[in-house]
């Protein structure tokens, strides 16, 4: 049975940290490009950050130089270290795998084309 579990989200005031992680079980993590996405109120889903075994990460513009995401293939783990929130990052942030796509660029591009997605952590940055 495939699996993503989120966990860490939470409500954070703008400026804060915070760090979600996704466990995966059930399906081969390393053949897999992994990431994160998110959908805010009202908002369509958008890749946040995608990351593959050999081509690298892929952060939106949006969030590049705050959130930094690496994964580890022994726990077959994928994180997601979010530092000086913005109110505009609250959303429900979800984590997906794709197989068959070499690079994140091209699994965060594609906002609904992923194999298999958590259920969803919501991140609230509010004060």
């Known amino acids: 049975q495939v699996q993503l579990v989120e966990s860490g989200g939470g409500l954070v005031q703008p400026g804060g940290s915070l760090r979600l992680s996704c466990a995966a079980s059930?399906?081969?993590?390393?053949?897999?490009?992994v990431g994160w996405f998110r959908q805010a109120p009202g908002k369509e889903r958008e890749g946040v950050s995608c990351i593959s075994n050999s081509a690298g990460t892929y952060y939106a513009d949006s969030v590049k130089g705050r959130f930094t995401t690496f994964r580890d293939n022994s726990k077959n783990t994928v994180y997601l270290q979010m530092n000086s929130l913005k109110p505009e990052d609250t959303a429900v942030y979800y984590c997906?795998?794709?197989?068959?796509?070499?690079?994140?660029?091209?699994?965060?591009?594609?906002?609904?084309?992923?194999?298999?997605w958590g259920q969803g952590t919501q991140v609230t940055v509010s004060s």
């Open positions: 059930g399906f081969t993590f390393y053949y897999n490009t």
């Open positions: 997906a795998a794709r197989y068959g796509v070499t690079t994140g660029q091209a699994m965060c591009s594609s906002a609904y084309d992923s194999d298999y």
